[in-house]
């Protein structure tokens, strides 16, 4: 199995950018998709996007498109999602995931998962 910790998640103004990342430890990283998920107070845990094993397909959740990239560097074990242009609504504890499968946006085919970062955007 695999242990993964996200960071640099923090507290950022509306239109500002972060990037978080997260560190995979245990089995070989490059056997699974990776996932970004996110939750908000009250809210069910959403996707935000998603990369194959190899890194050919992303997918993103519909209200991120255009803002947010997601990448991975298998050489570091490492896994990015480089976020721009922020709003208040994207505020919440966001949460790396791996997955056995190719690819997937549905967090219930992802098995593992970080303790979450919090991201805050101030409007």
């Known amino acids: 199995q695999v242990q993964l910790v996200e960071s640099g998640g923090g507290l950022v103004q509306a239109g500002g950018s972060l990037r978080l990342s997260c560190a995979a430890s245990g089995r070989t990283f490059s056997s699974y998709a990776m996932g970004w998920f996110r939750q908000a107070p009250g809210k069910e845990r959403e996707f935000v996007a998603s990369i194959t094993r190899s890194g050919t397909r992303r997918d993103y959740g519909d209200s991120v498109k255009g803002r947010f990239t997601v990448s991975r560097d298998n050489a570091k074990n490492t896994f990015y999602l480089q976020m721009n242009s922020l709003k208040p609504e994207d505020t919440a504890v966001y949460y790396c995931?791996?997955?056995?499968?190719?690819?997937?946006?549905?967090?219930?085919?992802?098995?593992?998962w970080g303790q979450g970062t919090q991201v805050t955007v101030s409007s």
């Open positions: 995931a791996a997955s056995d499968r190719l690819w997937s946006t549905n967090k219930n085919e992802y098995a593992y």
